[in-house]
């Protein structure tokens, strides 16, 4: 999250929306955009799973898979990142800007 914050102003440029969905508690969501993240991208609760088991990110241990989604604005997956590259918001930039022309 600390990089999609760095890079915010990027992804607004690129007409695009930085969220986080977190299946962790609402307690827990805030202290760790606050305390350890620092980061102002708004995190999204999950706590009932619905959205990751929607997406196909639900393990079996009921943890979701770090992904990340990027959705043009007819509501269409255009890119998807999973695992360690999705801490890199650099495709996911590069995916904004094409959907946007």
Request: net charge neutral; glycine share 6%; aromatic share 6%.
């Amino acid at each position: 999250m600390k990089a999609y914050q760095a890079d915010i102003a990027k992804f607004t440029e690129a007409g695009a929306k930085v969220f986080g969905i977190s299946t962790d508690n609402l307690p827990s969501q805030q202290h760790w955009a606050k305390e350890v993240l620092q980061t102002e991208v708004p995190i999204l609760s999950d706590f009932s799973r619905k959205v990751a088991e929607a997406f196909g990110v639900l393990g079996p241990a009921g943890m979701a898979s770090r992904t990340t989604f990027v959705i043009d604005s007819d509501g269409k997956i255009v890119h998807i990142d999973e695992g360690a590259v999705a801490l890199n918001p650099a495709t996911a930039l590069t995916a904004c800007s094409r959907a946007k022309h």
